[in-house]
Structures are given as C-alpha cells and as structure tokens.
T-cell receptor, first 111, second 112 residues
Framework: AAGVIQSPRHLIKEKRETATLKCYPI?????VYWYQQGPGQDPQFLIS???????DKGSIPDRFSAQQFSDYHSELNMSSLELGDSALYFC??????????FGNGTRLTVT | QKEVEQNSGPLSVPEGAIASLNCTYS??????FFWYRQYSGKSPELIMS????GDKEDGRFTAQLNKASQYVSLLIRDSQPSDSATYLC????????????FGQGTRLTINP
C-alpha cells in the first residue's frame, strides 16, 4: 500500500540558510500534518492542512511556513535556520476520521 | 503539566512476559486515543486506536481506556525482543482529523 513519502531523507544546512521539506500524502487523504521531533523528545505539532487550507497551527516558528498544493503535496519552508532547528521532521496524512499515518521523516541537521 | 503524561522508562521486561504501558491525559474532552511504536530514528507506527471505554484487543496488543480516570494503557502479551522501542501515547480532542498530542514516550526493552 502507498505510504506517506517525504523528501529529502537527510538534509544538512548551515545556520541562516533556508530549507524546503516535501511531503506526498497517501492518495485520497485529505489532511496533512507536520511534526517536529527533537532528540529524545516527543513529536511536536507544527501545522496542518485540510483540503489545501490551513486547518490548525501549533508551535511553528514565524521563520517557518508551509502550504499544500493542488496535487495535495505539502512543503515546509524553513528560513534563517538555527542550530535548534536540527530535528526529525515528520509529515503525516489522514482521511476523515482515520488515524494519522506518518512518513519516514526528514532528518535536518543545522551546522 | 503536559497534556499527555507517560512514564519515560526505561521499562525492562523479560521475553515472553506481559509489558504494561500507561498514559494519563489532562483534557477531559479528549475523544480519540492512540498508541504508536517508534524505533530509534524511524517514524511513529500506529499500533492501536481506541475511542470508547473498555478493552480493545488486536493480536498480542490490548488497549484499555478509562475516560472517568483519564487513563489509557497498552498491554503487550508474549513480549518479543522486536517489541523493544519507544511507545508513544497520543490523543485528539475530537474524533476525526485533528492534530495528535503526544506523550513523551516510554522506552521499552525486552530482554531475551
């Protein structure tokens, strides 16, 4: 069965650079979520989109923005990167009331 | 106080025994409850979902929900070394597509 696809799997950036993470949800899923998981931490909700519209917002820094496109893929844009942004970034998708299914994540390292 | 609380462990259980993982939540309006398994560096994988009071069994896994006590648990029977992972409890406020709020996770080790 198709799963949530994230790219890239690994990303290394320097401080103050920008990064773009991509997410392709499971086909026909109508909601996409972004989570950030720091080392030894639980996943923290950043933002979600339902039918291409932002549906909820969590602890997402102002330096980050996200959008969902007409083909339902989503991108998380991160600017002015800081060392503390180093984390695993997970995308998840769901359909209606179905549970969330997570992608394999993007490991971002900021040096 | 975190909205979802778990004992961070580590919890060590001998192979073949029952592993018991516990989770409490603070928001009484929480509606949906999930257990995810996460191997180090990997994504959370859904193990169980439960929406109403009582027990729900799926193979070696049993989820238990007590809304009056705001408590949800996961039992793993006949524990295997491959069950060694971090188990994340997660809740949503509304049954449906809503953001998950995670506990800090319990690290479980099954000893052969």
């Amino acid at each position: 069965a198709a799963g949530v696809i994230q790219s890239p799997r690994h990303l290394i950036k320097e401080k103050r650079e920008t990064a773009t993470l991509k997410c392709y949800p499971i086909p026909r899923h109508d909601t996409v979520y972004w989570y950030q998981q720091g080392p030894g931490q639980d996943p923290q909700f950043l933002i979600s989109f339902y039918e291409k519209m932002q549906s909820d917002k969590g602890s997402i820094p102002d330096r980050f923005s996200a959008q969902q496109f007409s083909d339902y893929h989503s991108e998380l844009n991160m600017s002015s990167l800081e060392l503390g942004d180093s984390a695993l970034y997970f995308c998840a998708s769901s359909l209606g009331s179905s549970p969330l299914h997570f992608g394999n994540g993007t490991r971002l390292t900021v040096t | 106080q975190k909205e979802v609380e778990q004992n961070s462990g580590p919890l060590s259980v001998p192979e073949g025994a029952i592993a018991s993982l516990n989770c409490t939540y603070s928001d009484r309006v929480s509606q949906s409850f999930f257990w995810y398994r996460q191997y180090s560096g990997k994504s959370p994988e859904l193990i169980m979902s439960i929406y109403s009071n009582g027990d729900k069994e799926d193979g070696r896994f049993t989820a238990q929900l007590n809304k009056a006590s705001q408590y949800v648990s996961l039992l793993i029977r006949d524990s295997q070394p491959s069950d060694s992972a971090t188990y994340l409890c997660a809740v949503t406020r509304i049954q449906g597509a809503q953001k998950l709020v995670f506990g800090q996770g319990t690290r479980l080790t099954i000893n052969p």
